[in-house]
C-alpha cells in the first residue's frame, strides 16, 4: 500500500491483492464509483455501487469497523473522490489502484455478463 498526505489526512492507494484480501477478511467495504451500466456488465463480487457523480461523503459512515476503499475503472475516477472525502472531512481514505483494469489484468474473479444469454456469471480467469 502506497501512502500521501494530502490536506493533512492520508490518502491510500491499495493494490488489487490489497483488496481483494481485505475483501476476503472482511475488513473493507469496496466501493465502485463507476457508472450503473459499467457495474451491472462486469464487477467485483462484494462491491457496492456508488456512481462518482451520487457521492456525498457526509453520507459516507465512519471507519472505525472497516476501511472504505474506493475503486473504478482505471484509477483515476476513485482517486477523485478519495480526494473529494478528504476534502470534505475524511483524515484517512483510500482507493484501488489501476481500478477494474487492474483487477481483470492481475485475473481475479469478476461477476460478468454472458453475452449469449444476457445473464451474470462469475468469471475465474
Sequence with gaps: MKTETADGATLE???VDEVQQALKNHDIVLIDVRTPQE????????????????????????QTDKR????????????KVARKAIAEGFDRIAHMEGGFGAWKSAQKPYMG???????PQMVQP
Design 68 to 79: 472504505i476503499v474506493f475503486h473504478c475503472g482505471s484509477g483515476m475516477r476513485s482517486e
Design 13 to 15: 492507494t491499495w493494490t
Design 113 to 119: 455478463t454472458n453475452m449469449a444469454t444476457g445473464a
Design 39 to 62: 457495474y451491472m456488465f462486469e464487477h467485483i463480487p462484494g462491491a457496492l455501487l456508488l456512481p462518482m457523480s451520487f457521492v456525498d461523503c457526509a453520507s459516507l459512515p465512519g
